[in-house]
């Protein structure tokens, strides 16, 4: 009995000896504080590494959206100044709706326009040609097909995806009331956590009863991991692990490891709705449940993916595109019928960056706009 007392008690001094050493070494009494002092360095550091960015790059600020990637839900939370808001882009810079029209002539190309959406810690350079790049991307070649308009949107990749999922919704309900007599045909392309975004957009465009969807006509979603990303899970189960083995007083080891934006939690297993994420089982590995987001009727899918390897490798299959596996990227969970209205395809010896900027992929995203007219 007296060996258990003491047994006991030394647990209970070496928990809270652990608990000591991890507060002083990360400074974390507080979550507010540690949030604090997190957004603190990363503007420090932004700021001091900005001009050389714009020296290396032409003009873009690329380490924005990473950083937006990692933390731009607690960018947002505190109205930092480096958050990232939903916009078209033109020449590298943010163009509201009104002046769209100065950019663009919608009577072109018979009122169609194609919408450009990129993945985690991405911006409209991943579509396009840099100085640095040796090789055309999807958005030049669309931009040279010159069958219709190519717009490009940026968005705060560290958001949750249905926080950024309703406001395309809401933003493409905007553009259609200022445009819909010129607009005759929406086409909307998307990449990694771009495509579970568009998704979002239909579902939000249901709930809202929104009419832009009404426009649209063909969705491609490219590399796109629809039932989770098996990299981001990897992550979502070490945290889950931590969660069950933290022994440090208000599990502050736990928490620190999860200092995940909502936007790279939400890529474990493609949460599109709020209450996805809002449910008390959100972050409980045996008891997360996923909503069914099915496709908009009506409206054409391409689901493309690809592997590392040749099709039909189980280990290529496995891995995928390197980051998305190929079962998740053409998932069957997207029709609750028959799958008439999508179409799959795997590009064979493709990477999940190098699909952007693949001929192959390309041409056939050009092949099907110009197919449906």
Not at 51 to 76: A, Q, S
Request: hydrophobic share 35%; aromatic share 10%; charged share 25%.
């Amino acid at each position: 009995m007296h060996r258990n007392s003491k047994a006991m008690k030394n647990q209970k001094e070496n928990k809270f000896k652990l608990s000591n050493w991890f507060t002083d070494k990360l400074n974390i009494n507080k979550k507010k504080e540690y949030r604090d002092k997190l957004l603190s360095e990363v503007l420090s550091f932004s700021n001091k590494i900005r001009g050389d960015i714009k020296d290396k790059v032409e003009e873009t600020d690329h380490i924005i959206p990473i950083l937006n990637g990692l933390n731009g839900d607690l960018f947002e939370e505190n109205k930092d100044p480096l958050t990232i808001k939903m916009n078209f882009r033109y020449h590298n810079k943010d163009i509201s709706l009104n002046e769209l029209a100065s950019c663009y002539d919608f009577n072109q190309f018979n009122g169609k326009i194609c919408i450009l959406i990129h993945g985690l810690m991405g911006d409209e350079y991943m579509w396009k040609l840099m100085k640095q790049d040796d090789k055309n991307k999807i958005g030049d070649l669309l931009e040279k097909n010159a069958s219709e308009h190519i717009l490009y949107l940026r968005y705060n990749t560290g958001l949750h995806i249905s926080e950024n999922g309703r406001a395309l919704s809401n933003l493409l309900e905007q553009f259609i009331e200022l445009y819909g007599n010129k607009i005759k045909q929406i086409n909307l392309i998307g990449h990694s956590m771009g495509g579970l975004v568009i998704r979002s957009a239909g579902y939000y465009a249901d709930i809202q009863r929104q009419s832009w969807t009404d426009k649209l006509k063909i969705i491609f979603l490219i590399g796109v991991p629809n039932e989770g990303s098996y990299l981001a899970q990897m992550g979502f189960f070490i945290n889950h692990l931590f969660r069950k083995l933290d022994i440090s007083d208000d599990n502050y080891i736990a928490r620190f490891m999860d200092a995940r934006s909502n936007g790279i939690k939400d890529l474990s297993y493609a949460y599109l709705t709020d209450d996805d994420w809002l449910n008390e089982n959100a972050e409980n590995l045996e008891k997360l449940t996923v909503s069914k987001v099915r496709t908009i009727p009506g409206i054409k899918y391409y689901l493309i993916g690809g592997v590392l390897g040749k099709k039909n490798n189980i280990l290529s299959s496995y891995f995928g595109d390197g980051l998305v596996g190929s079962s998740s990227a053409l998932t069957n969970e997207l029709s609750t019928t028959s799958l008439e209205n999508i179409e799959s395809i795997i590009f064979e010896n493709e990477n999940h960056m190098s699909l952007l900027e693949s001929k192959q992929v390309a041409d056939y995203i050009i092949l099907k706009l110009l197919a449906r007219k």
